[in-house]
């Protein structure tokens, strides 16, 4: 499904976005500079400006940031959209599908983030492909597990216990498919 995927990408669509991407980040370097410029160039009055001010001013025109935020969400908005329409589920398949996606995407990090401030999990750049990370227990956190593991158990096992075995494999196949 991968190939037909990459088959099926707009190389249209991915040059503007990240062409909006590239402008955004050379929009807010300049913005870095000096923060004074938000208000004094970019919604200052034209008739005010020194000669800096007005290259600037033209310059943060030809790399508009804020625009380029607006294109790149509408694009992005659109190549989800196309995603969405290729899936053959119904529409709530596709919804379901979709939010447990965007939560196994986005959500790590919020997770792992307090983990790692804890000391409970070390977070390192990973060997094969750098622009992945590695998350590795620390000892304290290995502790953490070995305390929790014996309740979580127990919680597995009455969950199993109250809906019955075939019910409980059930709803991880349905999970392991919905996250799939």
Same mark, same amino acid.
């Given at each position: 499904?991968?190939?037909?995927?990459?088959?099926?990408?707009?190389?249209?669509?991915?040059?503007?976005?990240?062409?909006?991407?590239?402008?955004?980040?050379?929009?807010?370097?300049?913005?870095?500079?000096? #923060? @004074?410029?938000?208000?004094?160039?970019?919604?200052?009055? /034209?008739?005010?400006?020194?000669?800096?001010? =007005?290259? @600037?001013?033209?310059?943060?025109?030809?790399?508009?940031?804020?625009?380029?935020?607006?294109?790149?969400?509408?694009?992005?908005? #659109?190549?989800?959209?196309?995603?969405?329409?290729?899936?053959?589920?119904?529409?709530?398949?596709? #919804?379901?599908?979709?939010? =447990?996606?965007? =939560?196994?995407?986005?959500?790590?990090?919020?997770?792992?983030?307090?983990?790692?401030?804890?000391?409970?999990?070390?977070?390192?750049?990973?060997?094969?492909?750098? &622009?992945?990370?590695?998350?590795?227990? @620390? &000892?304290?956190?290995?502790?953490?597990?070995?305390? +929790?593991?014996?309740? /979580?158990?127990? +919680?597995?096992?009455?969950?199993?216990?109250?809906?019955? +075995?075939?019910?409980?494999?059930?709803?991880?196949?349905?999970?392991?498919? =919905?996250?799939?």
């Amino acid at each position: 499904m991968a190939a037909s995927m990459a088959e099926e990408r707009n190389a249209g669509l991915d040059g503007l976005r990240g062409y909006a991407a590239i402008v955004v980040v050379i929009f807010h370097s300049v913005l870095g500079l000096d #923060a @004074t410029q938000i208000e004094r160039i970019l919604r200052g009055r /034209w008739s005010n400006f020194d000669p800096y001010e =007005v290259i @600037t001013k033209i310059f943060l025109k030809i790399f508009d940031g804020e625009a380029a935020v607006m294109l790149f969400f509408v694009l992005s908005g #659109a190549v989800l959209f196309r995603s969405l329409m290729r899936e053959e589920d119904g529409i709530g398949g596709v #919804a379901v599908k979709f939010y =447990v996606r965007r =939560v196994f995407r986005i959500y790590p990090a919020l997770f792992v983030c307090p983990l790692e401030r804890d000391g409970l999990v070390d977070v390192r750049v990973s060997k094969e492909d750098r &622009r992945s990370r590695d998350i590795l227990l @620390t &000892r304290k956190g290995r502790s953490l597990l070995d305390k +929790a593991y014996p309740l /979580w158990r127990n +919680a597995h096992d009455s969950f199993e216990q109250k809906h019955g +075995a075939r019910f409980a494999e059930q709803f991880r196949s349905v999970l392991s498919a =919905v996250t799939g």
